[in-house]
């Protein structure tokens, strides 16, 4: 079945430092691919998405690229702030399901 | 619109008694869906609705669980007889149709069984 998987946490950094966050997967087909973020207390927020392979998603500093020779999404920005300190879901919709999968999630630590 | 509105935010429940979450999802959206987290890991799946009909449950969701949307628009979760192992955030989130533009959750209940 499908399945995601990130890199363990805590990921610590200090600000300004560059951050990656690795996430594979498994899945059937051609599944679109994405990363939430979640802030203590609240749920989670779409953070980007990318539907097809080499597809780039980017919002608010982030980017992941959809890379289907290595099965990844890993998720990159070049400067950190303490902001950005929360827990980073790797997630993916398989082709014809209407169920995401979501990974187990990797808290991000920004130390100022 | 304000997005996905659940509520409570909080419940604390003795243990087997029963509790009631209802989640709003965002009006256009016609997919709804509930998940359960627990500390440290990522969300879970329990089941979904398109419009009124609940099309997928989660072998996850017990006998004890119940959904619900009438009407197509809110939905209800009950937990009958909580347990301990019941303790988690429950999420509920919506989309539209194909889901591939992403999923709206909303903040979610923590429910506590003591």
């Known amino acids: 079945g499908d399945s995601v998987t990130q890199m363990e946490g805590p990921v610590t950094l200090s600000e300004e430092a560059f951050l990656t966050i690795n996430c594979t997967y498994t899945a059937t087909g051609y599944p679109s691919l994405f990363w939430y973020v979640q802030y203590p207390g609240e749920g989670l927020q779409l953070l980007l998405k990318?539907?097809?392979?080499?597809d780039k998603g980017s919002n608010k500093g982030f980017e992941a690229t959809y890379r289907k020779e290595t099965t990844s999404f890993h998720l990159e920005k070049g400067s950190v702030q303490v902001s950005d300190s929360a827990v980073y879901f790797c997630?993916?919709?398989?082709?014809?399901?209407?169920?995401?999968?979501f990974g187990r999630g990797t808290s991000l630590i920004v130390h100022p | 619109d304000t997005g996905v509105s659940q509520n409570p935010r909080h419940k604390i429940t003795k243990r087997g008694q029963n509790v009631t979450f209802r989640c709003d999802p965002i009006?256009?959206?016609?997919?709804l869906y509930w998940y359960r987290q627990t500390l440290g890991q990522g969300p879970e799946f329990l089941t979904y609705f398109q419009n009124e009909a609940q099309l997928e449950k989660s072998r996850l969701l017990s006998d004890r669980f119940s959904a619900e949307r009438p009407k197509g628009s809110f939905s209800t979760l009950e937990i009958q007889r909580t347990e301990q192992g019941d303790s988690a955030m429950y999420l509920c989130?919506?989309?539209?149709?194909?889901?591939?533009?992403?999923?709206?959750f909303g903040s979610g209940t923590r429910l506590t069984v003591v």
């Open positions: 997630a993916l919709l398989s082709g014809g399901s209407y169920i995401p999968t």
């Open positions: 009006s256009e959206h016609n997919r």
């Open positions: 989130a919506s989309s539209l149709q194909s889901g591939a533009d992403g999923y709206t």
């Open positions: 990318a539907t097809k392979a080499d």
